[in-house]
Each structure stands twice: as structure tokens, then as C-alpha cells.
T-cell receptor, first 113, second 113 residues
Framework: QQQVKQSPQSLIVQKGGISIINCAYE??????FPWYQQFPGKGPALLIA?????SEKKEGRFTISFNKSAKQFSLHIMDSQPGDSATYFC????????????FGSGTRLQVQP | GAGVSQSPSNKVTEKGKDVELRCDPI?????LYWYRQSLGQGLEFLIY????????KSGLPSDRFSAERTGGSVSTLTIQRTQQEDSAVYLC???????????FGQGTRLTVV
């Protein structure tokens, strides 16, 4: 119930392409869905987040798509750049009950120049 | 401070020894979280502090793990009688009281030899 399943485990994209990472959850009590970006040797950094009352949120080249009925959400990185090469984690949280985020297993993205 | 500060950044210890990891949250953040990240894995929740409330210890893997938070600010994670499977990066995060936006430190890489 607390799991968040993330795919793919790794992804190689050409510069300028679209990177897509998918996550699925089971617990309908989750009401906050952030994405974190992590570079080697660094802590995760919040990239973008969405709540279930909207189906899409866009910030620059990064877009979250959210499908409440399917209990799925995804991160799209448009015009991917080599500097986007990092590990991306989806997560899910709730405002009541257990406050800690539940994280997916991560996707290692490599953008080739 | 400007961000979440963790120390030490690296720690090598012998099996059976005790270790203490320190986290300095962002000033004004009343919520503090500890996570563990094993090599190539996602983030595993350990413990959550919120103000003066009793901490959520539901993620601690064994009674060798404990944490405290003094004065609502600095937190220390203690691992007693360390085992090789405790080797991981220990991440601390903090957030405002009613916000799910968690900001992470760079982590402490613990190696048990």
C-alpha cells in the first residue's frame, strides 16, 4: 500500500529528445507527488510537484502528468540536455497520517550529446 | 543556515562500533526527516520529527538505530554496534511545519568495514 513503483530503471536519451519517467502508486490517501533530481554525491533536490486536483503541471522544460483514476504520474523532460543527466526519483506523500515521503526506486537518466 | 547541513560527509567505521550522524536543518523548519539510501536504491524512510510531537520511528530498521532532536533544531542519528549492511548514504531533510516540500542535505556516506 505504501509502495511507489518507478520505471524505467535507466534511460538513455539523445540531446533534444523527450525523457519520460513513470510512477504508479496504490494508496489513494497520497495527495502530494513530487519529483526529485539527484546528482552524484549530492542530496536529492526538489524539481517539481503536483497535487491530485490538477492533471498537469509544467515548469520550464519539466512537466508532470497525473492520472488519478489510473493512480499513475509521470515526468516529462522536453528538449533534454546533457546537464539533465542525473537520477530522478518520484515520491508520494500525504498531509495527514504519515508525513514522510515514500520514494520510487529511481531512474538513472543519461542524455547523450 | 542556507540549506540542510550534514556532518560528517563521509564516515568509515569498524564493524561493531557506534556512530553518530548530525543534521542541521534549515532555520525555521520544524519538520525533520532521516532517510537511508543504499547503493543504487531509492530512499528508505527512517524517522520523522515534527516540533514537540512524539517522533514517527516507524522506519527504523532495528533497535540499534535511534535519533534525537534537541531544542527543535539539530538532530543526531545514532547507530549502535554497526553492521556491514548499515553501509549506505544517510540523508536528512527538513520542511516547514505544514509543508510537504522537503529539502535534503548532501548526506553522510557511511562505510562499515
Amino acid at each position: 500500500q505504501q509502495q511507489v513503483k518507478q520505471s524505467p530503471q535507466s534511460l538513455i536519451v539523445q540531446k533534444g529528445g523527450i525523457s519520460i519517467i513513470n510512477c504508479a502508486y496504490e494508496n489513494t490517501a497520497f495527495d502530494y507527488f513530487p519529483w526529485y533530481q539527484q546528482f552524484p554525491g549530492k542530496g536529492p533536490a526538489l524539481l517539481i510537484a503536483i497535487r491530485p486536483d490538477v492533471s498537469e503541471k509544467k515548469e520550464g522544460r519539466f512537466t508532470i502528468s497525473f492520472n488519478k483514476s489510473a493512480k499513475q504520474f509521470s515526468l516529462h523532460i522536453m528538449d533534454s540536455q546533457p546537464g539533465d543527466s542525473a537520477t530522478y526519483f518520484c515520491a508520494a506523500g500525504m498531509d495527514t497520517g504519515r508525513r514522510a515521503l515514500t520514494f520510487g526506486s529511481g531512474t538513472r537518466l543519461q542524455v547523450q550529446p | 543556515g542556507a540549506g540542510v547541513s550534514q556532518s560528517p560527509s563521509n564516515k568509515v567505521t569498524e564493524k561493531g562500533k557506534d556512530v553518530e550522524l548530525r543534521c542541521d536543518p534549515i532555520s525555521g523548519h520544524t519538520a525533520l526527516y532521516w532517510y537511508r539510501q543504499s547503493l543504487g536504491q531509492g530512499l528508505e524512510f527512517l524517522i520523522y520529527f515534527q516540533g514537540n510531537s512524539a517522533p514517527d520511528k516507524s522506519g527504523l530498521p532495528s533497535d540499534r538505530f535511534s535519533a534525537e532532536r534537541t531544542g527543535g533544531s539539530v538532530s543526531t542519528l545514532t547507530i549502535q554496534r554497526t553492521q556491514q549492511e548499515d553501509s549506505a548514504v544517510y540523508l536528512c531533510a527538513s520542511s516547514l511545519s505544514h509543508s510537504q516540500m522537503a529539502f535534503f542535505g548532501q548526506g553522510t556516506r557511511l562505510t562499515v568495514v
